[in-house]
């Protein structure tokens, strides 16, 4: 079993950016694939970006294609989601999540969750 650890929400206004992070409790970050979902009040969770464990294979929800971007680095034990021109309707809180799994894109559920981290965007 691993933990995350999420970082770096905060209130931005639209057109700006943030980047999020998640660290990773575990010696061999190098295995898991991992992601990041949101929610935003009274609508479910929605994925929004998922990275294989060697960092080569991304995926993004087409609502953040072009303006958000995940990036791991192993040796920190880290991932992190670059947002740019970010607008209210990405306002929610934002989960990382990991796979059990190499692959983001193998049709698995999430194993574990961190505790998110809240990202609101002024119109």
């Known amino acids: 079993q691993v933990q995350l650890v999420e970082s770096g929400g905060g209130s931005v206004q639209t057109g700006g950016s943030l980047r999020l992070s998640c660290a990773i409790s575990?010696?061999?970050?190098?295995?898991?694939?991992m992601g990041w979902f949101r929610q935003a009040p009274g609508k479910e969770r929605e994925f929004v970006s998922g990275i294989s464990a060697n960092g080569e294979s991304t995926h993004y929800a087409d609502s953040v294609k072009g303006r958000f971007t995940i990036t791991r680095i192993n040796d920190k034990n880290t991932i992190y989601l670059q947002m740019s021109s970010l607008n209210p309707e990405d306002s929610a809180v934002y989960y990382c999540g990991v796979k059990y799994s190499r692959n983001w894109e193998i049709p698995r559920p999430v194993d574990e969750w961190g505790q998110g981290t809240q990202v609101t965007v002024a119109s």
């Open positions: 575990t010696r061999t970050p190098s295995i898991y694939a």
